[in-house]
């Protein structure tokens, strides 16, 4: 179930090994920001926020005398990498008031951090299209809020990326009230592009086959 991958790219001059003991420092408020945000727009939870460790470009493994920790006012605050690579990273808005610092101890293009962030997917293959579509207007209100006064210029939201599984050629067929049904067919890979239309909120939805995600894309 993913929205966005918003990578956080540690590149540069790969130094020789005894070089790294060096800690690297990234500002804690730029990975902070868009689940603190979060927080503020999606109070239901739909969307989760999580971050992801991977090796560097041209390398096919994480280090493994890998650290990461954060640096606050109070002191360092060790940050666990999991089995899965995801990266168990507190989220305090005192801490980006602070100033804190994400440390590594590797040097940058070593390793990547990247924020990826799920929606929730509803189950079964019959449901409402605003409930489908639950994590649209929740994106429309963090693009305003992150844009400001330049919201005019920010990304719109156009479809809702459907991924089937199984994956294999699906359809979805929207029933509209007064009005012939809409079918909507996937590629064979089981990826459908389904419109964002708030008009359709009322909609019934009839998949042929349960989801197994539901990605809002911007253009």
Known sequence: MR????????????????????????????????????????????????YLVEPGKGRSALPDDLKIEVVTGGGTVPVALQP???LTLPIRADWVRDGAKLRINQPKGVVTISLQMDTRTPPGTRMRYAQLTESAP???????EMAGVMRFMAPKLKVMRLK????????????????????????????LDLPWNPAWSAADVT????????????K
């Open 84 to 86: 899965d690579r995801s």
């Open 3 to 50: 929205l966005l991958l918003v990578s956080i790219f540690l590149a540069g001059l790969v130094l020789p090994a005894a070089a790294r003991a060096e800690w690297r420092e990234l500002p804690y408020a730029d990975l902070a920001k868009m689940p603190l945000l979060l927080k503020r727009v999606d109070p239901d939870g739909v969307y989760r926020a999580r």
């Open 207 to 218: 998949l042929s086959a349960p989801l197994k995600s539901v990605t809002p894309v911007l």
């Open 164 to 191: 089937f599984e199984p994956a294999t050629a699906q359809t979805l067929t929207l029933h509209l009230p007064d009005t012939a049904p809409k079918t909507f067919r996937s590629d064979a890979k089981g990826q």
């Open 138 to 144: 929740i994106m429309e209100r963090g693009i305003k």
